[in-house]
């Protein structure tokens, strides 16, 4: 189902790549002095095929923007965007530009193995197949309504199994904890609003357990999840974070609208920013419904 999964994707791209192409020496090239026209405009356009209609209800966006409230860690240096030029040009004509400048561990993004794993992947070392996988959701919102602290335990991954079969090859899991109804609060959502306070941050996470055997018995892509990390708000160690990346898988934290999923049967697109050598970066992340 993985391989299926990516083949079809990878052949509506090529279809949507083969459209823009013929499309642009359409419009781009001027025809040759003499040369007939290259459309009758007496004849209709052709219709488009198929493969090239998006259905847009079926496409969630699971990014936050990036501004002023986009949550970072406490130590981390916040986003900063500010205009350059914005206006009128002298020419007359609009123009706009700006800058910005954020760590790599903050908004909607991945972390790379490289991370907590030494010798992993880095940024631009993770292989594009892996950013394009089945979506596994395995929902703890329940449990997270009860317990701020509470982990994805080893028994939450069985009974997701039990119900909706093993995790196949390839996956990508994602943990729905429910955390996304505070963004972007910091003081809901990390526990402190303090700036540099690390000892009191309060948000569920995955425990050793599941990350073990995540990471072991299960062959995954990468693990998301909706909270500021993979390892609960108190975690001194970041075992899921040395376990996961230590075994060569990505993470994806502050993952957005994780309640639109389904259990399975979603695919998921990870795209982030390809810092070579990075720890990791800012991601547009989007999921196409069954």
């Known amino acids: 189902m993985h391989h299926t ?67 970072y860690w406490p130590t981390a240096k916040p986003f900063e965007w500010q205009k350059e030029s914005w206006g009128q ?31 992993k992947a880095a940024m631009d070392e993770i292989p594009l197949s892996h950013l394009i996988s089945p979506a596994m959701v395995i ?3 329940a449990a997270c309504a009860k317990d701020a602290d509470y982990r994805l335990t080893l028994a939450d991954v069985t009974a997701w199994e039990t119900q909706h079969g093993s995790i196949p090859d390839g996956s990508l899991v994602l943990v729905h904890t429910g955390w996304g109804k505070f963004w972007p609060d910091k003081k809901k959502y990390l526990g402190t609003d303090v700036p540099g306070d690390t000892a009191n941050l309060h948000f569920p996470g995955i425990s050793r357990e599941a990350a073990e055997f ?20 108190p975690s001194k160690d970041f075992i899921a974070h040395q376990v996961l990346n230590g075994a060569n898988i990505y993470g994806l934290e502050n993952v957005a609208n994780l309640e639109r999923l389904p259990a399975k049967g979603a695919t998921v697109i990870a795209l982030p920013m390809k810092i070579k050598g990075g720890t990791g970066g800012p991601a547009r992340i989007i999921a196409l419904l069954p």
Not at 92 to 119: C, N, V
């Open 5 to 71: 999964h990516k083949l079809l994707l990878a052949l509506i791209a090529a279809v949507l790549v083969l459209t823009a192409v013929l499309l642009w020496n359409r419009t781009s090239h001027a025809p040759e002095p003499g040369s007939a026209p290259m459309i009758d405009p007496g004849k209709p356009e052709p219709a488009k095929t198929d493969l090239t209609k998006l259905d847009e209800t079926k496409v969630i966006d699971l990014t936050y923007a990036f501004d002023e409230k986009t949550i």
């Open 214 to 233: 995540l990471a072991r018995q299960r062959k995954l892509d990468g693990i998301g999840i909706d909270t500021a990390s993979m390892d609960y708000g």
């Open 89 to 119: 040009s002298v020419g007359g004509y609009w123009y706009t530009a700006a800058r910005y400048a954020a760590s790599e561990h903050g908004g909607t993004h991945l972390d790379s193995p490289i991370h907590f794993g030494q010798g």
């Open 139 to 141: 929902d703890i919102s």
